[in-house]
């Protein structure tokens, strides 16, 4: 067996003990380096022992779990964040692209993160995302996020996104520029855009950015927006968005 070389990073013991019992346990493919309780330490022990896979919690003392590119020109791992933290870092984790585990970990969800690595999923594109969750945790708000499309990924802007509108389980993101198809059904674009109200659900296919709004058809129910885009609206949403736009 290919072995996945990985190191786990926690303040807590406790986490520490239960993530190595649930990889002996369900996941034999991984090789446990070694336990660390702070980023300080897991940064010598990944330039000493050059995982493939870095299992990081967030919040530690002095330094945060996402800090830890700080002290790498360039990241060579993979790093699945395993982390209690608030729902506001859940949607940072989703901008950026970021594979995470909430606590308590699930088994099926710890499984899936160590597929994806097995496949070698865009190492190369790690420091991107981390520099991107990092902006956003940081100054949280949301500025750019990160889109996947067949393999490679690209920064979008959030105010280029004019709507982006869903087929089964593939999106399409069209933005002033050109427009992405990403494996992502609009749940995934409703979580990241919650707290930003120019973003509306405006029909089961569709999130609209209110910004990029052009005109808007009450007897048709239907929305048109920049660049020539049309978008359907619900009759059960017509209510709610147009009192969204009295807020506008």
């Keep these: 067996m290919n072995y996945i070389k990985a190191i786990l990073v926690d303040d807590e013991e406790s986490a520490r003990d239960v993530l190595e019992?649930?990889?002996?346990?369900?996941?034999?493919?991984?090789?446990?380096?070694?336990?660390?309780?702070?980023v300080l330490q897991a940064v010598e022990i990944i330039k000493e022992k050059n995982p493939q896979l870095v299992f990081l919690d967030i919040e530690m003392p002095n330094y945060a779990g996402y800090?830890?590119?700080?002290?790498?020109?360039?990241?060579?791992?993979e790093i699945v964040f395993v982390t209690a933290y608030n729902q506001y870092a859940v949607r940072a984790f989703e901008v950026a692209a970021v594979d995470y585990l909430l606590k308590p970990v699930d088994i099926e969800r710890l499984k899936t993160a160590v597929s994806r690595v097995r496949q070698q999923v865009d190492i190369k594109g790690q420091m991107e995302r981390m520099v991107l969750l990092s902006n956003t945790l940081e100054t949280?708000?949301?500025?750019?996020?990160?889109?996947?499309?067949?393999?490679?990924?690209?920064?979008?802007?959030?105010?280029?996104?004019?709507?982006?509108?869903?087929?089964?389980?593939?999106?399409?993101?069209?933005?002033?520029d050109k427009?992405?198809?990403?494996?992502?059904?609009?749940?995934?674009?409703?979580?990241?855009?919650?707290?930003?109200?120019?973003?509306?659900?405006?029909?089961?296919?569709?999130?609209?950015?209110?910004?990029?709004?052009?005109?808007?058809?009450?007897?048709?129910?239907?929305?048109?927006?920049?660049?020539?885009?049309?978008a359907k609206l619900s009759k059960y949403k017509k209510a709610e968005f147009e009192a969204a736009l009295l807020k506008k």
């Design 67 to 77: 800090e830890l590119v700080k002290f790498f020109k360039n990241i060579n791992f």
């Design 21 to 38: 019992n649930l990889l002996l346990r369900f996941c034999p493919e991984v090789e446990l380096l070694a336990k660390c309780e702070n």
């Design 140 to 176: 949280k708000t949301t500025k750019n996020i990160m889109v996947m499309e067949k393999g490679e990924q690209y920064v979008v802007a959030v105010d280029k996104i004019i709507a982006i509108e869903a087929e089964e389980s593939y999106s399409t993101v069209y933005t002033t």
């Design 179 to 230: 427009k992405y198809v990403v494996s992502k059904n609009l749940k995934h674009f409703e979580t990241i855009f919650e707290v930003m109200p120019r973003f509306f659900r405006v029909h089961k296919s569709w999130i609209i950015n209110l910004e990029h709004l052009q005109h808007y058809s009450k007897t048709d129910l239907e929305i048109k927006l920049t660049g020539g885009f049309s």
